[in-house]
T-cell receptor, first 113, second 112 residues
Framework: DAGITQSPRHKVTETGTPVTLRCHQT?????MYWYRQDPGHGLRLIHY???????DKGEVSDGYSVSRSKTEDFLLTLESATSSQTSVYFC????????????FGPGTRLTVT | DAKTTQPTSMDCAEGRAANLPCNHS???????VYWYRQIHSQGPQYIIH???NNETNEMASLIITEDRKSSTLILPHATLRDTAVYYC?????????????FGSGTQLTVLP
């Protein structure tokens, strides 16, 4: 599992509340990613980071923000959760030559009621 | 990035080879072919990648046609635990971004 953990693994929250998901890696990799996965859509990139304080938007970034204040942690924040953000969220890191091999965390199942 | 086309689903008998095709007719010279799989409720798992030559590792073999317009992932002796969605992804090494674009993949079901 390349030393990737996600917390929490499951969360139920109410519409309008802020939520922060944490991705933690133990191997000092530069690239980290947040994806969401929904039925019928596959995996879609939300945000990614290529270093401390260096982040960029992905395909479905609206409603999400990220922060990376240290190499090992990449945080995904839903400022005001909506029901459309109910999903499974996966964190990933890049490894290997040119960093194109990605290893994924176990996922966080988020339900917004 | 080049677009890929995969069958929606395939079945394979346990113990037999599973051959999963992928079409990537618009692939360019510097783009690699990657394969990932996702077992139900788990994060995707890297399997293998290649550029031109056939590749083999402990999980699978990747056969890329000479014109590079298609490839086949081979699981030599499929087990029930290989039941998963298999994603074929084509990606170049240029630029700073490293994100992968996952399509719909092929649902492989290994039958006992």
């Amino acid at each position: 599992d390349a030393g990737i953990t996600q917390s929490p693994r499951h969360k139920v929250t109410e519409t309008g509340t802020p939520v922060t998901l944490r991705c933690h890696q133990t191997e000092n990799h530069r690239y980290m990613y947040w994806y969401r996965q929904d039925p019928g859509h596959g995996l879609r990139l939300i945000h990614y980071s290529y270093g401390v304080k260096d982040t960029d938007k992905g395909e479905v970034s609206d409603g999400y923000s990220v922060s990376r204040s240290k190499t090992e942690d990449f945080l995904l924040t839903l400022e005001s959760a909506t029901s459309s953000q109910t999903s499974v969220y996966f964190c990933a890191i890049s490894v290997g030559l040119a960093e194109y091999e990605q290893y994924f965390g176990p996922g966080t199942r988020l339900t917004v009621t | 990035d080049a677009k890929t086309t995969q069958p929606t689903s395939m079945d394979c008998a346990e113990g037999r080879a599973a051959n999963l095709p992928c079409n990537h007719s618009t692939i360019s010279g510097n783009e690699y072919v990657y394969w990932y799989r996702q077992i139900h409720s788990q994060g995707p798992q890297y399997i293998i990648h290649g550029l031109k030559n056939n590749e083999t590792n402990e999980m699978a073999s990747l056969i890329i046609t000479e014109d590079r317009k298609s490839s086949t992932l081979i699981l030599p002796h499929a087990t029930l635990r290989d039941t998963a969605v298999y994603y074929c992804i084509v990606r170049g090494f240029s630029g700073s971004a490293r994100q992968l674009t996952f399509g719909s993949g092929t649902q492989l079901t290994v039958l006992p």
